[in-house]
């Protein structure tokens, strides 16, 4: 039974028809490429299953339960981790607590709760190095630059036990160093049966860690297939329109 | 009998002084039974929205005007405008002199200012530093109460500090903080003259003040004479609050206001200038106003 | 922004085109504000009869360019994303100065030579001269706040609204102190010109309806017809990609609240003439009556959003609401809250019809 | 933020250490206006040898804490990147319907179980319980306020500057309309009690500093110190990104802005109790002024910065001014003009600080 | 002699050395592929360049003439061009008008010069087009996708004639199909005899169009060598420090 299902899912802007009618599953442990032009709808359809909008129509089942999110936060309770292509951090913050907003790590003192500002700092320092991220958890994301600021919004998903990840353009901004450092964090989540749903519009990334590889054109699902029994060529044809269906 | 429908207008509905005109109104126009008192004004005094006002209730067609005037300039072309539209005018309070209003009914401000010079006068002939506390400095009627209390107190041993009057812009825990900075700044200051009421309408905040100027005060070095004779002020006076107060009588302004305009729908003739008069009250006569 | 069309060679199949009421006019706020203006006018027609007469209309007309040209004004400065609190200040000091500066012209205290003596009555030396100075006074003196608070927000970096903040207490001050708190009138042989001017009628319209007109369509033709009104939406969209990409910033800022101060002044000084002064307490607090009136025109307050139309249209809606009350007879204190909830009713329609997806 | 510690293994060559006066406290605006209330104290001192005298300290320790409390509660919400039009308004309202249930309970018009008969005089059947009920009623209302302000903002989307600015004439307007314009007085048996805990003293100290003290403190912990704090420092950054990492950023704001108008509201009440009266006009344009203090204290208008002590001192350099120019002897047209050039002066100094390389 | 040559150029943070003396020249005609790990100083050499903000030491000649921009639009007028990492985009105008902000195209009307809407429209949608990018000139930009805003952002530095442009990321977000089309046109320019300096985190981008690539590390230049000589392992090697220097 497949962890995550898409089944009929359409999503209108107004005149806009992001996404129409797709069909789509993702497996335990299973990572799937989501590739496709610019604006083929695959930051919608993240967004769609993270819960930050209902869908138009078609229904999201997950663990074999039919689920209906309102609002982000649900769907992380339920094991969704997302990294959102605009990185979704306050500027105003340090590093360590961004990772761990909306999820402080507290110590209780008396009847109250405070802030553990030592554990966090320590904790986000060691998910940095785990990413070979050069980031100081105690400074300001304000001053940071664009790969840092990626550090951060990838450090956050290791904080809960997720069952699965979506990864919206994750190695856009980031160096070489850490592009196989993302990359071999995504494999290690499989290997924990972890499913990772990536977005990138990187091929050799997409061809290097994922079982399967899905393309998006204008809204429609074009191509699901094994990435063994496909090419970088045939990937791309399928995203410029040069080839319909795969 | 005929129906009247008479429009009053204060300057600002904000202020407890024109509650009692209004009351008056009110009052007179039940007793007289064919008269209908309508109480609008400003929320706050500014003048622009009196003149639209004015200019609303002309388009209604009232039988009649009374006004307290915000501004003399702006209010003499609104009256105009009243008066051309067949509507009879009278100012109450503050008045529009040179205006087509037919009639002022109030206080007169000097004589009022004049008054309190007086009281101060004759309760401290010794003299000292004294100061003012008044309201908004745009206000005609409080800057000739101040003219006159200056000009009761020239000649005499009392010399105004600099800074004085304060405006507490009609807000009264202003003017009781204005009334502590006062003191602080000049520690001999010898007497405190609010040309209104403000400062008493935060009774518990005036008893603080006096209460720590106790000693000078009951050594008859200090002395306190205030302006208006408000409910809550004459029962601080009792109570030992303040040396004197002199009020004005905007009860009976109301009153006559709304005898004035059935005078001059039925085309009687009525003075120009009724003065309602004041009350002088102090310490001993206290308790008959307060019956 | 006017270019809407669409291209022949690009044609995606998963874009489909607007409904019409979802598109240009239609699905501006500035619409619904007028509907809600329509439906407020037949109520108030239905509870007063003395509403729809002549007399009243053209009061209406006229009470309500009383703010309507400043709301043009701080229109301009929301739609950049600032804010301009300093209007009704502004308002009161144009038409203090401009009274003073008559005043002193025609008695002579200032420039006697232009002063003559006619049949022993002082009379203009140049006719129209004293009007035109005192007028050109009041506006100086507009436009010189309105650089200093431009100069401030664009040059120092200052936030908008302390900016602005301190500047209206710094301006309600001054029109205390130049007038030792009495304010001042306008008189001399130039004052009936100046009443004609700011009070008077062209035919049937009052004359601050004829210059409101005027503006506002001029307004209209810059914001979305030359450059600078285009630069004035992108500083309110982005501030830093305007000043990257090689807008103006800190000029286009400035003009703004230039004019802000610029719209309030002669609007201060037509209200002056329409009252015959100008008091020392004239348009107190009218800031926020402005900023309420241009936001229920549909100005966002986040910037990039708003117009001329919008902002007559909040005036029109607000004065409507304060003369039908008093024709109704209905209590001022209750008008104040009658103004809130329209204000926020203003906005909840406009954020319904605008609700995401 | 606390967390500015060095880690060991994250040493890199090109990155050194902040000088101490560029960290920490030194670096703060808070700690730029306290500097320049020295420089104002020392000013005044010496113009008026009365200003430091005991008695004028401890009126300035009592005059500020009368915004300050409000002041707390509009820096919470500025944090969050909102604004609070409507706390004068609440100041005013809470503390009318405080007096109001004080007399109605008093002359037994509601409950009248709760008042006996002693000696011939009412007395309370239980004592302090009208007065607690009082209190409770004028909380009560201004929490029902800030729930609307919050549920208007959160919910529905509006922005806080118009939804507050048409409170703030909703509320104003109740106020005149409960009261018919007039006000009201606390009156009855537990007077005495209301004036004791509002007005009284302990020790040297007035009872209004003192509570801003505790709720300050209490402030600053929670700020700093729990998760909530931290989201409302989130919501100020990217109240999207707050949404979106699992911030509850509808309740957040829903509680800033109830919390607002909880503290306007006791702060109204204070002052009634140090009145002795609670006139409709109470607070009247308040809202310019708490904002001013909490902007002078480094809040920042756009979101995420400030804190409890920059309220403070805001407050309190107001009030030294207000006060001092009163002492100085300074003509009172001035006043108004000086208070806007400190306002201004106060965020310039901060922007010159910050300003960027 | 070199177009624009940097010597000496430091620029700090308060404590954060972002660059330290670096010396650097690009000729005419020349593709220049900056790299460095994330937060190494490549935006921040991009923004010196461009006037955002001036050096703290060090001087910038351009054409022979040192040169000190105080804003971006000095830099512009003389022939600067920046392709931004954050896009510099107004979300509340068009793509059309986003292209042309700062230099509309106008009309004379009289003595008046008003905005020629059709004339701007037009001239966008054929340079969306030469970028092949699915972007419609009279949409809000604020509805568009990660790569459609890159394409109004690149499509804006073709307005003018330009003697060197800045690139800082282009393809981050852009999909393959516009990759591709963005290299060619950096090829394009520097037929016309335009400089290009190319930020970007994707090596086989850099190896396939640029001439010569610079590396910087910590905000120190470590590597400036002809791309022929050197290989895609050498250049990891710099970024990642595991190689001091070339
Ligand atoms: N909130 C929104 N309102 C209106 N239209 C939207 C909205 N969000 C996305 N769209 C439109 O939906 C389409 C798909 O956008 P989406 O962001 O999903 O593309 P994408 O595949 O992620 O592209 P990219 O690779 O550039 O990130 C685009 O045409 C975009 O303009
Ligand atoms: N305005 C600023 N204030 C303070 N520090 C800054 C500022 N801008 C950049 N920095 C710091 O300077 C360093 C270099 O930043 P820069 O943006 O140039 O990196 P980059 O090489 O472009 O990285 P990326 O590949 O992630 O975009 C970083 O440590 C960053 O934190
Ligand atoms: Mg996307
Ligand atoms: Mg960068």
Redo the contacts with the bound molecule.
């Keep these: 039974m497949a962890l995550l299902e898409l089944s009929g899912i359409s999503k209108s802007f107004g005149p806009i028809k992001a996404l129409s009618d797709i069909d789509f599953a993702v497996g335990r442990g299973e990572i799937v490429g989501l590739m496709g032009d610019n604006g083929a709808g695959k930051s919608t359809m993240v967004k769609l299953i993270a819960g930050n909008f209902p869908p138009s129509a078609g229904r999201i089942v997950l663990d074999g339960e039919a689920v209906q999110f309102h609002r982000p936060v649900e769907a992380r309770e339920k094991g969704i981790e997302v990294v959102y292509q605009d990185l979704a951090i306050c500027n105003n913050l340090t590093a360590a607590a961004n990772v761990f907003l909306g999820r402080e790590l507290k110590r209780q003192v008396g009847p109250f709760r405070f802030l553990d500002h030592r554990a966090m700092t320590r904790r986000a320092a060691e998910l940095f190095a785990d990413l070979k991220s050069e980031t100081r958890p105690g400074d300001l994301v304000h ?6 600021r990626q550090a951060v919004a990838i450090a956050r998903t290791r904080l809960a036990a997720a069952k699965i990840v979506l990864m919206d353009e994750p190695t856009a ?1 980031i ?1 070489i160093r850490q592009v196989s450092e993302v990359l071999d964090l995504i494999r290690r989540l499989r290997d924990q049966g972890i499913a990772v749903i990536l977005i990138s519009h990187r091929m050799p990334d997409v061809f290097s860690v994922c079982d399967r590889v899905v393309v998006l054109r204008r809204g429609r699902k074009v191509a699901d297939k094994p990435i063994a029994r496909s090419t970088p060529e045939e990937v791309t044809a399928l995203i410029t329109g040069a080839k319909e269906t795969a | 009998q005929q129906k009247y429908r008479f429009a009053v207008v204060p300057k600002a509905m904000n202020n407890p002084f024109f509650d009692l005109a209004r009351d008056g109104c009110l009052k007179r126009a039940k007793e007289l039974g064919n008269i209908e008192c309508i109480y609008r004004g400003p929320v706050e005094h500014e003048p622009a929205t009196q003149a639209q006002l004015i200019q609303d209730f002309i388009t209604q067609k009232v039988d009649g005007l009374a006004i307290s005037v915000a501004d003399v300039a702006s209010a003499t072309r609104s009256i105009k405008a009243a008066v051309d539209a067949g509507i009879p005018v009278i100012t109450f309070d503050a008045d529009a002199p040179g205006s087509a209003r037919s009639a002022y009914i109030g206080t007169n401000n000097k004589e009022f200012g004049l008054a309190l010079g007086k009281q101060l006068l004759a309760l401290r002939p010794e003299g000292g530093k004294y100061a003012m506390v008044s309201g908004g400095p745009g206000a005609k009627n409080l800057a000739e109460r101040v003219d006159g209390v200056r000009e009761a107190l020239k000649g005499s041993k009392w010399v105004e500090v600099s800074g004085s009057p304060t405006f507490c812009n009609d807000d009264v825990a202003l003017a009781v903080q204005q009334m502590a900075d006062l003191k602080s700044a000049t520690p001999d200051l010898a007497a405190i003259v609010p040309i209104g009421g403000w400062p008493m309408f935060a009774p518990e905040g005036f008893k603080a003040f006096v209460n720590k100027n106790k000693k000078e005060i009951d050594a008859g070095k200090f002395t306190l004479v205030v302006a208006d004779t408000l409910k809550m002020q004459l029962e601080l006076l009792r109570d030992g609050y303040s040396n004197a107060l002199t009020g004005q009588r905007p009860f009976e302004m109301g009153e006559k206001s709304m005898d004035a305009l059935l005078a001059l729908k039925k085309k009687e003739k009525i003075p120009e200038i009724i003065y309602t008069g004041l009350d002088t009250v102090t310490k001993e006569t206290v308790g008959q106003y307060l019956k | 922004m006017a270019e809407t069309g669409r291209l022949p060679g690009l044609d995606l199949d998963n874009v489909g085109r607007a409904s019409w009421w979802q598109r240009g006019l239609f699905a501006s706020q500035s619409a619904y504000v007028s509907l809600a203006l329509v439906a407020v006018v037949i109520g108030m027609s239905l509870a007063s009869q003395n509403f729809l007469t002549a007399g009243n209309i053209s009061n209406v007309a006229q009470n309500f360019s009383f703010i309507a040209i400043a709301t043009l004004g701080i229109t301009l400065v929301i739609i950049t994303g600032g804010i301009d609190l300093s209007v009704g200040s502004v308002m009161c000091f144009s038409a203090i100065i401009s009274a003073m500066t008559m005043t002193a012209l025609s008695d002579g205290s200032i420039a006697p030579w232009l002063i003559t003596t006619v049949d022993g009555k002082p009379a203009a030396a140049v006719p129209g001269l004293i009007f035109a100075l005192s007028i050109l006074a009041g506006l100086a003196v507009s436009l010189v706040i309105g650089l200093a608070n431009g100069f401030a927000i664009a040059r120092l970096g200052l936030s908008p609204f302390v900016t602005t903040l301190g500047m209206l207490s710094i301006v309600r001050g001054l029109c205390y102190v130049v007038t030792n708190g009495r304010g001042s009138f306008p008189s001399g042989p130039d004052a009936d010109l100046f009443y004609a001017v700011t009070a008077g009628k062209v035919g049937p319209l009052p004359m601050p309806f004829v210059y409101l007109v005027g503006l506002a369509i001029v307004m209209a033709i810059v914001l979305h017809h030359t450059a600078w009104g285009r630069h004035v939406f992108a500083l309110g969209g982005n501030e830093k990609a305007a000043e990257l990409t090689g807008v103006p910033v800190a000029r286009v800022k400035i003009q703004v609240y230039a004019l802000s101060a610029l719209a309030a002044g002669l609007n201060g000084i037509i209200v002056s003439g329409w009252l015959g002064s100008a008091p020392a307490n004239m348009a107190n607090s009218y800031e926020l009556n402005i900023i309420a009136a241009a936001v229920i025109g549909g100005a966002n307050l986040a910037g990039g959003i708003g117009g001329p139309l919008g902002a007559i249209v909040g005036c029109v809606l607000l004065e409507v609401i304060r003369n039908g009350l008093v024709l109704a007879q209905v209590s001022s204190y209750w008008q104040q809250t009658l103004v809130g909830c329209i204000i926020v009713l203003a906005v909840l329609v406009d954020r319904l019809r605008t609700r995401g997806p």
Excluded: V, Y
């Design positions: 001053k940071m630059s664009g790969g840092q901004a160096s």
